[in-house]
């Protein structure tokens, strides 16, 4: 039985894929943690004379940042990805979002 041993570049792709994933994981929840507030909040202020306010206005503005560039209502129809096949585009956009930010990480950081 032949053992391989693991190089050092391969424990560094390792270390560097799962940063991208942690960072990825936690956008796609924080994602969905925002939206949840925002929609709370659109359905407080659906059924109040008051309106959301500046808070409201924030997680909205907050919803569209995190969801940018795959996700956005005008560029994806709920018809094309039926009930939760909608995961499939948030996933991409995070981890979209984790491969940008290591970049700009490793970028910043060899600037030093």
């Known amino acids: 039985m032949v053992v391989e041993k693991i190089g050092h570049s391969d424990t560094i792709m390792v270390r560097i894929v799962s940063v991208i994933l942690a960072i990825g994981a936690a956008h796609f929840v924080l994602a969905k943690i925002i939206v949840a507030i925002t929609m709370q909040m659109g359905m407080f202020a659906a059924n109040s004379s008051q309106a959301t ?3 409201g206005h924030f997680l ?5 940042v995190l969801y940018f560039p795959i996700i956005s209502l005008s ?3 709920r018809q094309w990805f039926p009930g939760n096949w909608i995961f499939i585009p948030m ?3 995070s981890l979209l979002w984790g491969i940008v930010l290591y970049g ?7 600037r030093r």
């Open 53 to 55: 306010g500046l808070i």
């Open 60 to 64: 909205v503005w907050f919803t569209r």
């Open 75 to 77: 560029l994806y129809s």
């Open 91 to 93: 996933v991409a956009n």
């Open 104 to 110: 700009i990480y490793r970028f910043c950081r060899r």
